[in-house]
């Protein structure tokens, strides 16, 4: 196993031995350590966490940043940012809380729920802003800087005329 992601594996028997005792972590890794393969990842994963020993786990709050570049869905002009998943997770031996990840051979592992968190994030939906008018689907024009005279109706009353259509089977 890398290093690094070896770095992410943490005792946990130390800590639940001491209930409210913290130990915060971060660690800056690669996707790829993280099985974390997505198009829009342009830097290295940054897990910011802290450890806190709860009587029934291990609590585990902080974020997940990864920093993207990716086009806008509806214009098409390229973006760039870093994206941010707040961590909440819990961590128990047993597990009983259905959202909880468990602890194994008393490692606590980042890993599963940092690629989580960054996969989630990575797949936003990305918009130059809110209200961006995107491309004119008759003509290709980026609405948001001209306007242009495309009769929009007339290309769907096309698409309407197929459904009248009968195919041979
Ligand atoms: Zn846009
Ligand atoms: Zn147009």
């Known amino acids: 196993m890398p290093e690094l992601a070896r770095a992410l594996r943490v005792n946990a028997l130390e800590l639940l031995r001491q209930p409210g005792a913290t130990k915060p972590i971060e660690i800056s890794i690669p996707g790829a350590e993280l ?6 990842l342009v830097g290295d994963i940054v897990i910011d966490v802290e450890l806190e020993a709860m009587n029934d786990g291990i609590e585990v709050v902080g974020t997940v940043r990864a920093p993207w ?23 128990q031996v047993t ?3 259905d959202d909880a990840y468990p602890i194994v051979d008393n490692q606590l592992d980042l890993a599963p729920m940092a690629r989580q968190v960054a996969l989630l994030e990575l797949d936003q939906e ?11 689907a008759g ?7 001209a306007s242009c005279s495309c009769d929009l109706t007339v290309t ?3 698409w309407a005329a197929l459904d009248g259509l009968v195919l041979d089977e």
């Open 35 to 40: 099985d974390v393969v997505h198009d829009q």
């Open 69 to 91: 570049a990716g086009p806008c869905r509806r214009c098409l002009i390229d973006l760039s940012g870093t994206a941010e998943g707040v961590v909440d997770e819990l961590y």
């Open 95 to 97: 597990v009983i809380d």
């Open 126 to 136: 990305r918009l130059c802003r809110a209200d961006c008018a995107g491309l004119c």
């Open 139 to 145: 003509c290709g024009i980026d609405r948001n800087e």
């Open 156 to 158: 769907d009353n096309r």
